[in-house]
């Protein structure tokens, strides 16, 4: 009988290639749980302390029936009628939402996808202030952490808006589909933004442009000097905005409704008193009853781009600009009574 040592060895020998990767593959499948429970506790973690954070300068959230989940690639926080309660431009507000989930994908926790399900409701103590807010889908999408926000993205579909606003008795809006995107320039604090709408329906926008057709809009540009630290409020937000010498530059920008045409570029800012002041240059047609709507006599419009000689080459299209001064609104060389009021 020959001896089976030299065999055993030699098939020990060929096989020894698979250890490596069965040692790795045990050490992942043992270490990636562990890795996301102490993640998903850190995440829960950072959310409590936040929450803590908040109610510190009197915004309470709370947050019923907190799961964690996610397991394997993701961590995932949801909670049924998400509650806010705090001060809100010196008001009380109270506002909830009936459903929301937030996935951060592993390992880069620092991005954030947000599911948010209808309805949306929010009311101030004093009743000045009450909406409702209904959508399709609606998600929020975030990068970088709290102070230092890198990218923010709003996106939604079939979202309708409903109640009553300060002066106004009625707001009431709907869109086929709302996109909002904030992106850090790391550049003089600043952000680009982009604010778009389509097939929406404003009955006072509606209304002042005399229209019963869909409505599309969008505005986009950059923002300079943000700072998203320290600021509570949106009147100090502001504030620090203005006196750092913040300025809102907008590269495109138009609205269109069937024949109405409005399309402006320029920048703005913020005097002494809170109110907008800057220079937008801008092309519009169709806007002759809105004027008449806001104390404007569209003959003075014409005169005065006569006057500016800017005519448009014989199209129906006014080339004229838009100037924000001592809070009122000139459109070319004529000074309007439209007022401006202050933001805060």
């Not at 290639?17 to 996301?36: D, H, K, N, Q």
């Not at 909670?79 to 951060?104: D, M």
């Not at 220079?279 to 009853?289: E, I, P, R, T, W």
């Amino acid at each position: 009988m020959q001896p089976k040592g030299p065999k055993t060895k030699q098939r020990l020998n060929a096989y020894s290639w698979l250890l490596p990767p069965v040692a790795v593959i045990t050490a992942v499948a043992i270490g990636w749980p562990v890795f996301w429970y102490v993640t998903s506790r850190q995440t829960a973690a950072a959310v409590t302390a936040w929450m803590t954070h908040e109610a510190q300068f009197g915004r309470a959230w709370t947050c019923p029936n907190q799961k964690i989940g996610g397991f394997p690639f993701s961590v995932e926080i949801s909670c049924a009628n998400l509650l806010f309660q705090g001060k809100v431009l010196g008001k009380t507000l109270t506002g909830t939402v009936r459903g929301f989930r937030a996935t951060s994908p592993l390992p880069r926790t620092g991005n954030v996808l947000a599911q948010l399900d209808p309805p949306f409701a929010a009311k101030t103590s004093d009743g000045t202030f009450d909406i409702s807010m209904q959508w399709g889908e609606l998600f929020l999408d975030l990068e970088g952490r709290p102070g230092a926000l890198e990218r923010l993205s709003l996106s939604g579909n079939q979202v309708r808006l409903q109640g009553k606003a300060g002066g106004m008795d009625t707001v009431d809006g709907a869109s086929g589909d709302v996109n909002v995107v904030l992106a850090r320039d790391r550049h003089d604090n600043a952000y680009d933004f982009m604010v778009s709408f389509n097939q929406g329906s404003i009955p006072a926008l509606n209304s002042l442009l005399d229209t019963q057709l869909p409505i599309d809009m969008q505005v986009g540009g950059r923002i300079s000097r943000v700072d998203l630290r320290g600021a509570e409020t949106l009147r100090e937000f502001l504030e620090n905005w203005r006196s750092a010498n913040g300025h809102l530059e907008i590269t495109t920008g138009w609205l269109t409704s069937g024949h109405i045409i409005f399309d402006a570029t320029g920048g703005l800012g913020l005097d002494g008193q809170h109110r907008v002041n800057g220079k937008l240059d801008a092309s519009f047609a169709g806007l002759d009853k809105a004027f008449r709507q806001l104390g404007v006599d569209p003959a003075l419009i014409t005169a005065g781009q006569v006057l500016s000689g800017l005519l448009g080459g014989g199209t129906k299209r006014l080339n004229l600009p838009l100037t924000f001064s001592e809070g009122f609104l000139s459109i070319g060389p004529v000074r309007t009574q439209i007022q401006i009021p202050p933001l805060y």
